[in-house]
Every structure is written in C-alpha cells, then in structure tokens.
C-alpha cells in the first residue's frame, strides 16, 4: 500500500542532525530495584548512543545525504564518545575537550523495556556559531529533540531554528517533552514540525484519550504530519486533516528497546529524502525498528539488509 504524501521535501538536498552523542551503559536486569534492595546486574556493557548519534547512524547506513552537528565533550566518555565516532567515519565538527561528555545509563528489564538515567555532559549543549558554516538553504529537513531544548541552551536552538527557516523540522519531543516550558514548546510547535512520539507522549501531548484524537489535536496545532509508534503494533499517522491511517509493525522478538525511536525516525528520514511516500517511510521506518529491538543496543551493523533495501 502507497499513499501520497502532504510533505513537500526536496529530495536532492540534504538532512540536518543536531543533537546528543554520549556513551550508553547497559545494564540487564530482571526488574527495576526498589528502595534499599541489593541487585545484581546480568551484564553491563557500554555501547555509542546519544538519540541524535542514532538517528545520524541509520542515515549514514543508508546512504543519505546529511551534516551531524554533535558537541563531543572530554572525560573518559568523551575519549570513548570520540574514537567511537572517528570509527564509524563521522567528522567531529565540535571538539571541547575541556567540558565533560555525559553518559547514559540504560537499565533494561527481562522484558527488553528501558530505563534511562541520564548524565547531561556538553553534548546536550548548543552555540549558534556552530552552525555559522553550514546554510539552511542546503537542507530540505532537520531534525531535532526535546531532550537539548531542555537545556539552558535550548533557548538559542529555538531561536536558531526560529531564524534560519527553510528545512522541514521534524521534532522528538521524547518522553519529557511535556516537561518543556510552555513557551518553547510552543515556539517549536508554531514551526509546523512533523511530530515524531510514542503512545504515551502523543497522549500527553496532544491531551486526549486516544491516539487518533490526540494526533488530530495535534495536527491542528501544526498543520503538519504527526506519527505516533506504537511497539509492536506499528505507528499511526495523521498526515493531513483528510487523511490518517495505521501502518502495521513487524514481529519481532525483543531484546532490548533502546534507540528504537531514533532508529524509526531516522528511517522515515532516508526514505523521505529518496522519494518514498510518508507511508512508505513509516514501513519502511517500522522495519528498522523492529530490527532494533531484536538486538542489544541501539545500532544496527552496517552490513544489515535494511539498508540495502533503501
């Protein structure tokens, strides 16, 4: 099934990423401790994550055309952070060896669900010189999430994406977007971005009872598509006020879920940028993710079938 798309993207120009890259600390457990309880973890490893370093990782699997702007800190997360990157052919564009680079710590239960404790370093952080290099004329989308506009310096990255209009926004709110000060919130929304969030977040956010409803409320603020996933069951979106639908999930056993969410949007982020429709791109995102789940950590090879398979 095909369905045209109401966004109106130029497909030869290239993606924006800005965004978080920071060290993730897995830890299996069977369940979340409980006050005063003595745990004793399966395993931990540490693995590159960063919701922003996911995204830019399905991209450049994928063979699209982007620019990653990642603030890369010091400490030993930022040394790890670093040789990770240069690894996996990334340019590190801002260095600050002096501040620290964060980490997340990821606590997955027997059931594959996650839990984030997050230590914010200086990848969370924004300067608008950064970007004095590159021009939004270039791009035809961004991306951008809730967690850096949280910060003290969320206000210049409102105010950079408020200035510099041209690429179609598309926003991860996350699970603490409702937690952002109405003001910038709003800011963000008045830009007409493509929502991307799961479940609960569009129940939140958009203040109803139902997915659908809450998509439709939402999309009357923006104008603008909004996709809602939904795990197993697939993603639903409202793409315009005439036009809304479910597209269904892949089986998939579950490993862990962690970056599931960046994988799904960097996905619809490539296949929109090779011409696919925007149902095609939530398909083809929803096979990615579930991709994803079925693993450990957030990252898929880069030898995976998904990508060959545009």
Same mark, same amino acid.
């Given at each position: 099934?095909?369905?045209?798309?109401?966004?109106?993207?130029?497909?030869?120009?290239?993606?924006?990423?800005?965004?978080?890259?920071?060290?993730?600390?897995?830890?299996?457990?069977?369940?979340?401790?409980?006050?005063?309880?003595?745990?004793?973890?399966?395993?931990?490893?540490?693995?590159?994550?960063?919701?922003?370093?996911?995204?830019?990782?399905?991209?450049?699997?994928?063979?699209?055309?982007?620019?990653?702007?990642?603030?890369?800190?010091?400490? !030993?997360? @930022? %040394?790890? /952070?670093?040789?990770? +990157?240069?690894?996996? $052919?990334?340019?590190?564009?801002?260095?600050?060896?002096?501040?620290?680079?964060?980490?997340?710590?990821?606590?997955?239960?027997?059931?594959?669900?996650?839990?984030?404790?997050?230590?914010?370093?200086?990848?969370?952080?924004?300067?608008?010189?950064?970007?004095?290099?590159?021009?939004?004329?270039?791009?035809?989308?961004?991306?951008?999430?809730?967690?850096?506009?949280?910060?003290?310096?969320?206000?210049?990255?409102?105010?950079?994406?408020?200035?510099?209009?041209?690429?179609?926004?598309?926003?991860?709110?996350?699970?603490?977007?409702?937690?952002?000060?109405?003001?910038?919130?709003?800011?963000?929304?008045?830009?007409?971005?493509?929502?991307?969030?799961?479940?609960?977040?569009?129940?939140?956010?958009?203040?109803?009872?139902?997915?659908?409803?809450?998509?439709?409320?939402?999309?009357? !603020?923006? @104008? %603008?598509? /909004?996709?809602?996933? +939904?795990?197993?069951? $697939?993603?639903?979106?409202?793409?315009?006020?005439?036009?809304?639908?479910?597209?269904?999930?892949?089986?998939?056993?579950?490993?862990?879920?962690?970056?599931?969410?960046?994988?799904?949007?960097?996905?619809?982020?490539?296949?929109?940028?090779?011409?696919?429709?925007?149902?095609?791109?939530?398909?083809?995102?929803?096979?990615?993710?579930?991709?994803?789940?079925?693993?450990?950590?957030?990252?898929?090879?880069?030898?995976?079938?998904?990508?060959?398979?545009?």
């Amino acid at each position: 099934m095909s369905k045209g798309t109401s966004l109106h993207v130029q497909f030869m120009k290239k993606i924006l990423v800005v965004g978080s890259t920071c060290v993730d600390i897995i830890l299996k457990l069977d369940h979340l401790p409980v006050t005063g309880e003595d745990l004793h973890p399966k395993s931990q490893t540490m693995a590159l994550g960063g919701c922003a370093c996911n995204v830019a990782h399905v991209l450049l699997y994928s063979g699209s055309q982007f620019t990653f702007i990642s603030p890369v800190g010091g400490g !030993i997360y @930022g %040394s790890f /952070v670093k040789d990770a +990157l240069t690894a996996h $052919g990334f340019p590190i564009p801002v260095y600050l060896p002096e501040k620290e680079n964060g980490c997340c710590y990821c606590l997955v239960e027997a059931s594959g669900e996650r839990t984030f404790l997050s230590l914010h370093g200086v990848e969370y952080t924004f300067q608008k010189e950064w970007m004095e290099p590159y021009r939004m004329e270039d791009y035809a989308m961004a991306y951008l999430c809730g967690l850096e506009v949280e910060e003290p310096t969320g206000e210049a990255l409102v105010e950079y994406f408020e200035k510099e209009p041209g690429p179609q926004l598309f926003f991860a709110p996350g699970p603490r977007g409702i937690r952002l000060s109405g003001n910038r919130l709003n800011r963000i929304l008045a830009l007409s971005p493509v929502l991307h969030i799961n479940e609960q977040e569009a129940l939140e956010l958009g203040g109803r009872d139902s997915v659908a409803d809450s998509a439709a409320a939402l999309f009357q !603020i923006t @104008g %603008s598509p /909004v996709i809602v996933t +939904l795990g197993e069951r $697939g993603a639903y979106c409202r793409e315009s006020a005439e036009v809304s639908y479910l597209v269904p999930g892949i089986p998939s056993q579950v490993v862990d879920t962690i970056g599931a969410g960046d994988a799904h949007i960097g996905a619809v982020l490539a296949s929109l940028q090779k011409g696919k429709s925007l149902y095609d791109s939530i398909a083809a995102a929803n096979r990615v993710a579930a991709a994803v789940v079925s693993q450990e950590g957030a990252i898929l090879p880069e030898d995976s079938f998904l990508f060959r398979e545009g």
